[in-house]
């Protein structure tokens, strides 16, 4: 089992940057990637980023990409989205989650965190 706790959420306005946390714990050892969702009210959850433990390769979305930076500190099992130029369109519940060697979707899940971007 792996354990994720988001964090770093909250209130910015337009333009403005926050970082997001999501700290792992468990059996991290086989923890393949980790991956950043948000999910808007009204809206299906959607993809914004994934850091590949093994080798540090990311991905972005779209809307992510030359706004947003995805990284990792070993030492802390920690993943960052570092978030910049932020726009009201990117207020969401942000998850991240965990996914393991040979799995093929993610199954460890945070509680998620509220991003909210005023105009």
């Known amino acids: 089992q792996v354990q994720v706790v988001e964090s770093g959420g909250g209130l910015v306005q337009a333009g403005g940057s926050l970082r997001l946390s999501c700290a792992a714990s468990?059996?991290?050892?086989?923890?393949?990637?980790s991956g950043w969702f948000r999910q808007a009210p009204g809206k299906e959850r959607e993809f914004v980023a994934a850091?590949?433990?093994?080798?540090?390769?990311?991905s972005y979305a779209d809307s992510a990409k030359g706004r947003f930076t995805i990284s990792r500190d070993n030492a802390k099992n920690t993943v960052y989205l570092q978030m910049n130029s932020l726009k009201p369109e990117d207020t969401a519940v942000y998850y991240c989650?965990?996914?393991?060697?040979?799995?093929?979707?993610?199954?460890?899940w945070g509680q998620g965190t509220q991003v909210t971007v005023s105009s």
């Open positions: 989650a965990v996914r393991d060697a040979g799995a093929t979707t993610y199954d460890y």
């Open positions: 850091f590949i433990w093994s080798g540090g390769r990311t």
């Open positions: 468990g059996r991290t050892f086989s923890i393949y990637r």
